[in-house]
């Protein structure tokens, strides 16, 4: 079994509390402009026996959208502190490095894939 991709698994962690929640509660990001660095961070759920298939998109401002299979979709704003955090780890060099590992395939039925893409960058890992 190969290890879980260390900066992928942060920032799916930030991501996934989003899945569950129409509007959060903490204080919102401030509204001023994005780094010039800044690019949009998209997380994808899916598989399981189920099919699940939910995805959450940050913008480089905080705001973030969750889609789920159905098609519902939910908003709200990362607060300032959930917002660097983010930032933080979708710069993390451990990422790039992550996303250019070539990893043999799972051959699990019912495992759910978790694909991460910020700007350019995609990776991936099935779990």
């Known amino acids: 079994m190969r290890a879980t991709p260390v900066a992928a698994t942060l920032l799916a962690a930030l991501l996934t509390p989003l899945a569950g929640c129409a509007q959060n509660g903490a204080t919102p990001a401030s509204g001023g402009p994005a780094p010039a660095t800044a690019a949009p961070v998209v997380l994808t759920k899916s598989g399981g026996i189920v099919g699940l298939k939910d995805t959450v998109t940050v913008q480089p401002d905080g705001r973030w959208t969750r ?19 983010l930032r933080q780890l979708a710069t993390d060099s451990r990422l790039a490095a992550e996303a250019a590992a070539t990893v043999p395939a799972t051959m699990c039925a019912d495992a759910f894939s978790y694909r ?10 099935v779990d």
């Open 67 to 85: 889609v789920d299979r159905a098609g519902t979709s939910h908003t709200g704003r990362l607060s300032d502190a959930d917002l660097d955090r």
């Open 116 to 125: 991460l893409t910020v700007g350019p960058t995609t990776t991936g890992y």
